[in-house]
């Protein structure tokens, strides 16, 4: 299984960017799908998630302003990122859980400018 991420780059504060994790490699839709990050200093933590019946999961601080999806006919899961602030800086991180194996992608740099 790997996982494809894209959609990172710099954006002003109060910018959007949508980033997306396409999976390849499994024939079944995974159970959970979601988005890490890790800032410079810091442990990585959990940004979104989302089950394969569609419940979500969000960290507070990203409460209102990201919207996590997915498709599961593509194995592919989507974070869009609004209202974008400079504390939002971080490496994201998209992963997969399916049949109890964590799967990771190598990570897409966001960068927010105040």
């Known amino acids: 299984v790997q996982l494809q991420a894209s959609g990172g780059g710099l954006v002003q504060a109060g910018g959007s960017l949508r980033l997306s994790c396409a999976a390849s490699?499994?024939?079944?839709?995974?159970?959970?799908m979601g988005w890490y990050r890790q800032a410079p200093g810091k442990q990585r933590e959990l940004v979104a998630r989302?089950?394969?019946?569609?419940?979500?999961n969000y960290a507070d601080s990203v409460k209102g302003r990201f919207t996590i999806s997915r498709d599961n006919t593509k194995n592919t899961v989507y974070l869009q990122m609004d209202t974008l602030k400079p504390e939002d800086t971080a490496v994201y991180y998209c992963?997969?859980?399916?049949?109890?194996?964590?799967?990771w992608g190598k990570g897409t740099q966001v960068t927010v400018s105040s």
């Open positions: 989302i089950f394969s019946g569609g419940s979500t």
């Open positions: 992963n997969a859980v399916g049949d109890f194996i964590n799967y």
């Open positions: 490699g499994r024939g079944s839709s995974f159970n959970v």
